[in-house]
């Protein structure tokens, strides 16, 4: 029998699809940086989430926001008559804010040395 830590009964993860697509996300490279400068920032241009998270190219910065996009997790607004465009989370991307916050502070006590 799998021992469970600090769950109340036995979940096979294996097996829960929403479980994976959770953590499929999540774990893509860059998401979780995007994800927290959207939640620390607001909406933003292109070019200020660029500025935010210098070591990705623009052209994985792009996949990613269409990706987060297609999740319901980011939306993208066009501005008529005008060529700005902002991203920002939507309720379903807001609603990570608590997982975020956790995760800096597992982050701050088990990688507290960490270089950027």
């Not at 829960?16 to 920032?41: A, H, M, R, Y």
């Not at 700005?84 to 997982?99: F, N």
Request: glycine share 6%; aromatic share 10%; hydrophobic share 35%.
């Amino acid at each position: 029998m799998k021992e469970s830590i600090g769950l109340r009964e036995q979940v096979d993860y294996f097996l829960c699809p929403k479980f994976e697509k959770t953590f499929s996300f999540l774990g893509k490279k860059w998401n979780g940086l995007i994800i927290d400068v959207l939640l620390q920032e607001g909406a933003l241009r292109f070019r200020e989430v660029a500025r935010q998270i210098p070591k990705c190219s623009d052209r994985v910065l792009v996949e990613r926001l269409r990706e987060l996009e297609e999740d319901g997790v980011v939306v993208r607004k066009e501005y008529p008559d005008s060529s700005l465009i902002e991203y920002s989370l939507t309720q379903q991307g807001k609603e990570l804010a608590p997982i975020m916050h956790e995760i800096h502070s597992w982050s701050e006590k088990w990688y507290p040395n960490a270089e950027r």
